[in-house]
């Protein structure tokens, strides 16, 4: 079985290599164009050395008419201390000095034109035997040009690049190991908020903490804020789906505790508790898809429709009567026959069950029920009853959930919770005073959108 590396994807490995390979790159040619136009610099330093000399040498061969035109080789009469050669228009060789033969240097014409056109054009190679600089200075004889070419031993100035291109190379290294140095403190350096935000989801995920922080870098900012928001979108899902559960366990609870009151009641037929329980049974059915479906989109996500709102008084005060049939509560209904809410009727069975509910919990006797349209164009609800009424510093607390207004009762203390948050989902308002009756009144006004 043959095993099969294959590495890991890194963000910081190809931004080194990247890097390098542009650093790297750009210090070479740099470097590369140092060292030749060092090397230019130093063959135009020794060019001047000679120009000064080359006038009075041409003069002289000038002078006395020593420049050989076809018996190149005959002319050794000219004393010279240089290594040199003549050439024609065409580079072929006409005389060497007495210097270059004893180097064996041959053909030096024929090998200066076959680099002339190179930009390096100053140095000439011969077989098994060292390099020289080439100078050439050209002249014109009874019309015809001829070309006079200087050389000099190239070890030295060769000695002097190489030392001078070694120090270049070696500072290139240098900037290098520096620039790598640089490049992996910028790496560590921008990496720690990215390190930063792998720490701070690590304790999102334990737990450990509800956001991530704001003290990010610009870059980065516009990301942990979609961050942020996906998390408080999470958070919110999250709760509304527990709410829904609780809500719905709720409501369950008082249909639930409604059928049983009905098997029980011996005053009914076999038919009417057969007809009332499944109508209860529809109801608990209604309002499983409700609040699966609100835990789903939101309370802002339902369809808003209207509602009749004297049938559902009626079925509620039914249902309740059924369940508080010891207290004989006396129910009064102030509401038009054809009144409708601008509420599903889902929300508005929720919203007028927990009122009523709640009333009748706490009632001696009576709940009044009003349900009008309100000349300023709103629709107002009100729940009076003659109980114990909320003490006015305990009626903000006692809309919240899990806060119940006496523990005497069985219950969740999210009925008005639940109430509160429906009526805000429609633009209404929520208010609880002390009833005309000496006991809560619970007042919702809900904008009509006829």
């Given amino acids: 079985m ?73 002319n050794d009469n000219i004393e010279t201390s240089y290594i040199m050669a003549t050439c024609n228009n065409h580079f072929n060789s006409l005389w060497r000095s007495q210097l270059a033969k004893d180097l064996q240097l041959t053909e030096i014409c024929e090998k200066y034109s076959d680099i002339k056109d190179d930009y390096q054009a ?64 910028a790496a560590y350096w921008g990496m720690l908020p990215l390190k930063q935000l792998k720490q701070e989801l690590l304790k999102l995920k334990q737990g450990k903490q509800q956001s991530l922080s704001d003290d990010y870098p610009v870059e980065l900012q516009e990301i942990t804020q979609a961050l942020n928001q996906l998390i408080i979108q999470s958070q919110q899902r999250q709760s509304r789906y ?35 329980i499944q109508q209860q049974i529809q109801d608990m059915d209604h309002l499983v898809k409700y609040q699966l479906k609100r835990a789903m989109m939101g309370r802002q996500g339902l369809l808003k429709e209207y509602t009749d709102i004297r049938p559902v008084l009626d079925q509620l005060i039914q249902m309740l009567s059924k369940l508080y049939q010891n207290k004989n509560i006396n129910f009064i209904i102030h509401c038009p026959d054809n009144l409708a809410f601008p509420v599903s009727k889902g929300d508005l069975m929720e919203l007028c069950g927990n009122l009523i509910e709640n009333a009748a919990k706490f009632c001696i006797s009576t709940i009044e029920i009003t349900a009008q349209q309100q000349t300023n164009g709103l629709l107002k609800l009100q729940v009076d009853d003659d109980g114990p009424g909320v003490d006015e510093h305990y009626r903000k607390k006692v809309t919240q959930r899990g806060v119940r207004a006496d523990t005497q009762y069985a219950g969740q203390g999210i009925g008005l919770a639940v109430c509160v948050e429906l ?22 006004q809900l904008p009509y959108k006829g």
């Fill in 2 to 74: 043959q095993l099969i590396y294959k590495p890991k994807k890194r963000l910081l490995t190809r931004m080194f290599v990247t890097s390098l390979s542009i650093i790297a790159l750009v210090g070479f040619g740099f470097a590369w164009s140092v060292t030749v136009l060092h090397a230019q610099n130093r063959y135009a330093q020794i060019t001047a050395e000679y120009i000064a000399e080359l006038p009075v040498i041409a003069a002289e061969f000038r002078e006395n008419n020593l420049i050989p035109i076809t018996e190149a080789e005959d």
């Fill in 122 to 185: 100053y140095y000439l190679d011969f077989d098994g035997l060292p390099s020289y600089l080439v100078f050439k200075l050209s002249t014109v004889i009874d019309g015809k040009a001829f070309h006079l070419l200087i050389l000099k031993d190239a070890a030295n100035i060769t000695s002097e690049l190489k030392k001078f291109n070694r120090l270049t190379y070696f500072r290139l290294a240098i900037v290098l190991g520096a620039a790598l140095f640089l490049l992996i403190s």
């Fill in 242 to 276: 527990q709410d829904a559960m609780n809500d719905l366990a709720h409501s369950l609870k008082t249909r639930l505790a409604a059928s049983i009151a009905l098997i029980d009641d011996s005053s009914l037929t076999q038919q009417d508790k057969d007809q009332q």
């Fill in 423 to 444: 009526v805000s989902s429609y633009g209404g308002s929520f208010e609880i005073k002390t009833s005309h009756l000496q006991g809560a009144a619970f007042i919702i």
